[in-house]
């Protein structure tokens, strides 16, 4: 009898419950710290269940109208044990670098996309290794269903930079693990 092999998944879940409106890319936000990562731009993957996905697909959307543009830097945080120290310091891999633009792809009222966000309908990889930890489904011409999915090599949190690229009002994200 053969058996089956389950992969375990979550639903789809909204990154933030703000919307982010940074202007550029922080100099600090991937640097070493004692501190462990928190807030609403990071994502625990050590909760029950999440420590056997083995990636994360990423759907960006924000406020604006069609043909925005933004930018998402996805990083992943592990633990590094010192022995000569005896402390443990959080350590950053850059995951990922998308570019966005946003189609003419309202949500609707109430759902996770509102009809105040538009859903980017091109996503392009300016930093990341292609088709091996990065895969891109970009339709473009305002056709719904663009996403990133990435590999979380093993990191215990995700987090989500942003960019407004001097054209989007604001940026988010909903993820999806598996």
């Not at 305002?142 to 990133?148: I, L, T, Y």
Request: aromatic share 12%; proline share 1%.
């Amino acid at each position: 009898m053969a058996q089956e092999l389950a992969t375990r998944r979550s639903d789809w879940a909204k990154g933030s419950a703000t919307n982010f409106t940074t202007a550029s890319f922080s100099a600090t936000f991937g640097q070493s710290t004692f501190t462990e990562p928190t807030g609403d731009k990071w994502i625990d993957l050590n909760k029950i269940g999440a420590k056997t996905c083995n990636g994360i697909i990423f759907k960006f959307f924000g406020a604006g109208s069609n043909n925005n543009t933004g930018k998402y830097r996805i990083w992943g945080a592990s633990t590094w044990y010192n022995r000569a120290t005896s402390r443990t310091s959080w350590e950053f891999l850059l995951l990922a670098e998308f570019a966005v633009i946003f189609g003419n792809l309202a949500g609707i009222a109430g759902c996770m996309i509102t009809n105040s966000d538009f859903e980017c309908d091109t996503i392009t990889l300016t930093y990341g290794n292609d088709d091996v930890t990065v895969s891109i489904v970009s339709p473009g011409n305002d056709v719904r269903g663009a996403h990133a999915m990435i590999d979380k090599l093993s990191v215990g949190y995700v987090g989500v930079e942003t960019d407004l690229d001097s054209s989007a009002t604001s940026l988010k994200y909903a993820y999806l693990l598996i």
